[in-house]
């Protein structure tokens, strides 16, 4: 069962399904296309499948609860579907419009420089530091995508509508944040594939409607694409996509999906006999080495805090949310909500127990839902929460964690007190 497998091995398995399942879908949109189907009216089917299907799922995961908190709550209902939509359906149309235009080669180069502008983004939304390797790492995989799709030729650019490069490159901006946001931001990911999806018709509905509202007639083959981006690209893919990202460093994730064209390439050729060249496998190489680079790097990604800044000595600070994204401690759960984070810090043990007492006095008297506890709290995180803690921590036998759920500079301004109080002595 998927559900005893270690976090992170689950979420590998996670984002390997989402990276396939997501490079079919210039595929299906290829199959709407010959047959003369539009576009809006196409899109406006796949959703109306999407969203009583994403309801479904909810209701399987036996989710309705938080899915009745956030319909009770329409401003964090609007805030998670709209990045959602933002993050995935926004990118389909901009590209959609956008090779009216300029060439589909054009489009992709611009738009596959979404994980290096999300660098921007690390830093502010996640505070996570961003270091030359993954720049390097990342650039590296980006130059692979721009060779194999333009041949090196800077030709592609020559004529191109300017407007149109000045839109794909916000709209890549727009789905930049977004994506990041959604990772900084802690929901419930079975109501969130709803709330994506039920945003995403509305707009789709509009468009279909101002696009003339024609149904079109419908084959076995556009009927199975329709079915593949209702449930597998609308719902499968970000489900898997979303849930692996928040748990496996950024860039990381970023980097490996550099490889979506080549795979897109190579189901081209096994299912519509588009040839291969043997350029292409430069995408592949150029993102393994990018992966490989990001291995040897331990500093990008790390959480920066503002106090590590001002003092060599003080505690690395780590962001270890991704260990309790479906957990089922309900104190946990409920100060990761939103914008609540998980930090953490390694102390030696015998430490811990010496300011034990003065870290409970100062959660008392910050008056506000904040959950402090440690690696060794008995049964109160699962085995496999803590392995993957331990993972992260890289914790020895003499070491404690302690851990603080809830709002992130409430967390700092706690881990400020206890490395006051460890200098002290």
């Known amino acids: ?125 996640l505070k996570e530091k961003v270091s030359k390797i993954q720049i390097a790492a990342l650039a590296i995989a980006f130059a692979g995508i721009y060779i194999a799709l333009t041949g090196g030729s800077f030709s592609i650019f020559s004529g191109a509508n300017e407007s149109t490069i000045v839109f794909l490159v916000f709209m890549t901006l727009i789905v930049s944040f977004a994506t990041v946001f959604l990772k900084r931001y802690t929901s419930d990911m079975e109501s969130s594939m709803f709330m994506f999806n039920i945003i995403a018709l509305a707009i789709a509905s509009f468009l279909f409607i101002y696009s003339g509202a024609a149904f079109p007639a419908l084959n076995s083959g556009t009927f199975a694409a329709l079915l593949y981006i209702g449930i597998i690209a609308n719902i499968a893919v970000p489900f898997f996509y979303y849930s692996a990202f928040r748990v496996l460093k950024t860039t990381f994730v970023t980097n490996l999906y550099f490889l979506s064209p080549f795979i897109t390439i190579l189901f081209a050729g096994m299912l519509l006999n588009e040839p291969i060249y043997s350029y292409y496998l430069i995408i592949a190489v150029l993102v393994a080495v990018g992966i490989f680079i990001q291995r040897l790097d331990k500093k990008g990604g790390t959480y920066a ?89 890289d914790v020895r036998e003499n070491e404690t964690v302690l851990m603080s759920a809830g709002n992130p500079e409430e967390s700092e301004r706690l881990f400020d007190v206890v490395n006051s109080r460890l200098l002290r002595d």
């Open 1 to 125: 069962m998927i559900n005893l497998m270690q976090i992170k091995l689950r979420a590998y398995l996670f984002i390997t399904f989402s990276l396939v399942g997501g490079a079919l879908f210039p595929l299906a949109l290829k199959v709407a296309d010959d047959n003369g189907i539009s576009i809006f009216a196409f899109m406006f089917l796949a959703y109306l499948i999407a969203a009583p299907a994403s309801l479904l799922l909810v209701l399987i995961r036996k989710k309705a609860a938080k899915l009745k908190g956030y319909l009770m709550n329409p401003r964090e209902f609007l805030l998670i579907g709209t990045m959602g939509f933002l993050s995935v359906a926004f990118a389909d149309y901009g590209l959609i419009y956008a090779e009216q235009f300029v060439s589909a080669s054009l489009a992709t180069v611009i738009y596959r420089m979404q994980p290096l502008l999300m660098l921007f983004f690390l830093p502010i939304l």
């Open 305 to 393: 805090s503002r106090s590590s800044k001002a003092a060599e000595n003080y505690l690395q600070i780590f962001d270890i949310t991704s260990a309790f994204i479906n957990t089922r401690v309900g104190a946990i759960d409920t100060t990761m909500h939103g914008s609540g984070r998980v930090l953490a810090v390694k102390l030696d043990s015998k430490s811990y127990k010496r300011i034990k007492e003065e870290i409970r006095k100062e959660v008392e008297g910050i008056g506000r839902p904040l959950f402090i506890y440690t690696n060794s709290d008995g049964q109160l995180v699962s085995e496999e929460e803590n392995k993957f803690i331990s993972d992260i921590l």
